[in-house]
C-alpha cells in the first residue's frame, strides 16, 4: 500500500513539473518557437491593440513599451529567445529575453528590460536597451517569464532565475494608462496575453 502512495505521489509531482515547463501555445495550438516573430495581444477586446515602442516624457531613449491605443492594430512583431539556447521551444515559467523585430530612433537594442524605480511615481516600466543573452548579475533586469493565467491565456512575469545569488524584483508586468497612452510596467493587475504567429500558416 506506502509502494502504492509512493508511486501516486511521483507521478503527481512529475504531472506537476510537465505542466510547469510545458510549451507557451500561439493562438493556431502551435508552441511558440525561438527566432520567429509573433505579435503580443491583449485578451479583453475593446483596451487597445498589440506592444509596440514610444517615447514616454521628454526623455525620447530607451524608448518605453505601449499598448497600441486602437485594438486593430496588431504593434510590432516580438521574438523570444530562451535563456537556455537549447530550448526548442518557449516554456512555461522559465526565463527569456524578448525584442522587437524593429528598428528605432534610438541607437540602442530593442530587447525589453525592467526600467528603474521613477521618482515621482514609483512606477517600474518596460523599457528598451535590454542586452540579449548572457544570463547573470549584469543581465537580471533583461528576463521575464510567461504563466498561464486561466485555462487558454497567458500572462507576462517578471521574476528571474538566471541569477541564484541575486536580490530579484519579482511581479506581474501590467498595463499603466498615463497621458493618453498605456505603458507597460510591474503592478499588481497583470495583462492578460495572447500570441499570435506573424508568419501563420493559411
Not at 493565467?149 to 511581479?171: A, M, Q, T
Request: hydrophobic share 40%.
Amino acid at each position: 500500500m506506502n509502494l502504492l502512495i509512493f508511486f501516486a505521489i511521483l507521478l503527481s509531482a512529475l504531472s506537476a513539473e510537465a505542466t510547469i515547463f510545458a510549451s507557451v501555445r500561439d493562438t493556431d495550438g502551435r508552441s511558440l518557437r525561438p527566432g520567429q516573430e509573433y505579435y503580443i495581444l491583449p485578451v479583453t477586446r475593446g483596451r487597445g491593440g498589440g506592444l509596440s515602442l514610444a517615447a514616454n516624457g521628454d526623455r525620447t531613449c530607451p524608448l518605453v513599451v505601449a499598448q497600441e491605443l486602437s485594438e486593430v492594430s496588431p504593434g510590432l512583431p516580438l521574438i523570444f529567445s530562451p535563456a537556455n539556447p537549447k530550448d526548442k521551444f518557449v516554456k512555461l515559467s522559465t526565463d527569456f529575453n524578448v525584442r522587437f523585430s524593429a528598428a528605432t530612433i534610438c541607437v540602442q537594442p530593442t530587447v525589453w528590460r525592467l526600467g528603474d524605480v521613477e521618482t515621482a511615481s514609483g512606477r517600474r516600466y518596460v523599457t528598451s536597451g535590454g542586452a540579449e543573452g548572457n544570463p547573470g548579475l549584469a543581465t537580471v533586469s533583461n528576463w521575464f517569464k510567461i504563466e498561464k493565467y486561466g485555462e487558454r491565456d497567458y500572462k507576462l512575469v517578471h521574476c528571474p532565475s538566471v541569477c541564484r545569488f541575486c536580490k530579484v524584483v519579482c511581479g506581474d508586468v501590467g498595463v499603466f494608462v498615463v497621458g493618453g497612452r498605456r505603458w507597460l510596467g510591474l503592478r499588481d493587475e497583470p495583462f492578460p496575453v495572447i500570441f499570435k504567429s506573424v508568419h501563420a500558416p493559411n
